[in-house]
């Protein structure tokens, strides 16, 4: 079985600079989606970014990137020129690509991350 | 377009009843997928429907089901309720079953169980 482990319960960055949340998973699959969420005091869960696991190159969207490390099953997110609203519980997620698993996300436990003015 | 909505965003309960929460996909997804969010469990995948059909089950007792309307809205039901199903239960959408696109949750519907 999967699974997802967020080792940083909480991180804190001071607005304008940039913080890395890690992540690491395990698996035996080849093939397969890591993403990230964000989930601020409102519950609704975001898409910040997604990376395929047979891509080499890591997805960037706009002041987030990821460092996709496939042998090491690490998967890190780095937000940069941090903003107060980036402050929110962030998740990391684990999708296998076999069709018997469908839609299936696997949920690390969570990184708090809070902004300082 | 209209977003994942979820009825009722919030529900107290009494121990024992027994509750009903819906999910409205957004329009042309055809597949909902239930998560259970709690502190000390985390987010934790209930089960997914495609085409009326459940394609994907987690680890929970039967008490927890659901079913999915020719519309595509979903309903999951949670029987005999105990204090741990106290949670934020989710849903998410997609257009498809095991594509690339990701899912777009819904906000949520708060049960509390007393």
């Known amino acids: 079985a999967q699974t997802v482990t967020q080792s940083q319960p909480e991180m804190s960055v001071q607005e304008a600079e940039t913080v890395t949340l890690s992540c690491t998973y395990d698996t035996s699959e080849s093939d397969y989606y890591l993403f990230w969420y964000k989930q601020p005091p409102s519950r609704q869960m975001i898409l910040v970014i997604r990376q395929e696991a047979y891509k080499q190159q890591n997805a960037t969207e706009n002041r987030f990137s990821v460092n996709f490390q496939k042998a090491a099953k690490s998967f890190s997110l780095k937000i940069s020129d941090s903003q107060l609203g980036d402050a929110a519980m962030y998740f990391c997620a684990y999708r296998s690509r076999a069709r018997n698993q469908g839609g299936k996300l696997i949920f690390g436990q969570g990184t708090e991350l809070s902004v300082k003015p | 377009k209209a977003g994942v909505t979820q009825t009722p965003r919030y529900l107290i309960k009494t121990r024992g009843q027994q509750v009903t929460l819906s999910c409205s996909p957004i329009s042309g997804h055809r597949s909902v997928s239930w998560y259970q969010q709690t502190p000390g469990q985390g987010l934790q995948f209930l089960f997914e429907y495609f085409s009326e059909t459940q394609r994907n089950k987690g680890n929970f007792p039967g008490r927890f089901s659901g079913r999915q309307f020719s519309n595509s809205r979903s309903e999951m039901n949670v029987s005999t309720l105990e204090l741990g199903d106290s949670a934020l239960y989710l849903c998410?959408?997609?257009?498809?079953?095991?594509?690339?696109?990701?899912?777009?949750f819904g906000p949520g519907t708060r049960l509390t169980v007393t």
């Open positions: 998410a959408s997609s257009p498809r079953l095991a594509t690339p696109y990701e899912q777009y």
